[in-house]
């Protein structure tokens, strides 16, 4: 288990409530928090050998609706809930928003609805970088107006909104949104690979897949204003971002109720300067070639940290070269 975990929490008996925490992110942050996570989860976008990665978690293998709530509520002694579980893809959201309204809308209702109805309190939500579109100046800051240009980001502003108007009419409940960028890496001594089901999305999956399947990695421009010409990104490894959850546990007791955090690295890189640090880091090669723009990517986008290290006491430990080996043999079977 996490010492952070028993640093804050001490021997108490109160668990963890992650939904979608079977996923990338959520397994990270169910290992760190070991028997105290209790993970529900419908499979449908992880593959996970969870009983033997985390032998310790207690696992529902369910939807996250609100009768399948109530019931874990019922037999769970849960004190903070996390809120992972939700569609991700951005391309599919565009091609099929309705299917991204009615999962990633509802299930939250639903679970506010269960957590108010079981007198559970206290929520960290899984909020994206995608709430600020792409009209804003980096280093992106909590302050500006959240503006998604696509249905996945609108559905994270929506999920705010509703928790904080939530809030107002339940004096009791507090919640932390914490707005991630873009996790890397894996857990160095087991393996927890960002390896979702169907394409991925992400480029750190891409890099691999194409090294692995020796294919041709697609980077998409090479005419932004930046050094080299490709999208500047905020990369920060996975076990950064599980551990802003761990302290999110303990700091959540001290908010009035809700706000909403960045974790990033605070800090930008370019497509190709991580295409070079992965060669780097696993002394790999990966062939690439340069095609058009996607339509609606900002030419630069990384976060403000300041209210991460002033809140929660939380700064970034691991470096980019870190990053990439770990997310490099979290493959490498």
Not at 21 to 30: N, R, V
Not at 51 to 79: R, T
Not at 189 to 196: A, G, Q
Request: hydrophobic share 35%.
């Amino acid at each position: 288990m996490n010492l952070l975990y028993l640093v804050y929490f001490g021997k108490s008996n109160m668990k963890v409530l992650l939904t979608g925490g079977l996923g990338y992110i959520g397994s990270h942050i169910s290992y760190l928090l070991g028997n105290r996570a209790v993970i529900i989860d419908n499979l449908s976008n992880s593959n996970l050998n969870y009983k033997k990665l985390l032998p310790f978690c207690k696992v529902y293998k369910k939807d996250a609706n609100f009768k399948n709530l109530n019931d874990l509520f019922s037999k769970e002694n849960i004190s903070h809930v996390i809120h992972l579980a939700a569609f991700k893809s951005v391309s599919e959201s565009l091609i099929n928003p309705t299917k991204y309204y009615k999962n990633n809308v509802s299930s939250t209702i639903e679970l506010l609805e269960s957590m108010k109805e079981n007198k559970i309190y206290n929520l960290i939500y899984s909020s994206s970088a995608t709430v600020y579109g792409n009209s804003h100046t980096s280093p992106l800051d909590e302050n500006l107006s959240l503006n998604a240009i696509n249905p996945y980001g609108s559905t994270k502003i929506i999920c705010e909104n509703l928790i904080k108007e939530f809030i107002q009419s339940n004096i009791n409940f507090k919640s932390i949104a914490l707005r991630y960028f873009n996790p890397i890496g894996s857990h160095p001594e087991i393996k927890l690979p960002d390896k979702p089901r169907g394409e991925a999305e992400n480029l750190m999956p891409k890099i691999i897949k194409c090294i692995l399947e020796k294919k041709i990695l697609k980077i998409y421009g090479n005419d932004y204003p930046t050094k080299d010409g490709t999208c500047i990104r905020d990369y920060m490894h996975v076990l950064d971002l599980a551990n802003a959850h761990i302290k999110s546990l303990k700091i959540i007791k001290k908010i009035k109720g809700f706000k909403a955090i960045n974790i990033g690295s605070g800090t930008g890189f370019t497509v190709l300067e991580i295409i070079r640090q992965f060669q780097r880091s696993n002394n790999v090669k990966l062939n690439y070639k340069y095609v058009k723009r996607r339509k609606g990517d900002p030419a630069i986008c990384f976060s403000k940290v300041d209210q991460a290290k002033k809140f929660l006491g939380w700064r970034p430990k691991y470096n980019l070269d870190q990053m990439c080996k770990d997310a490099w043999k979290s493959y490498n079977f």
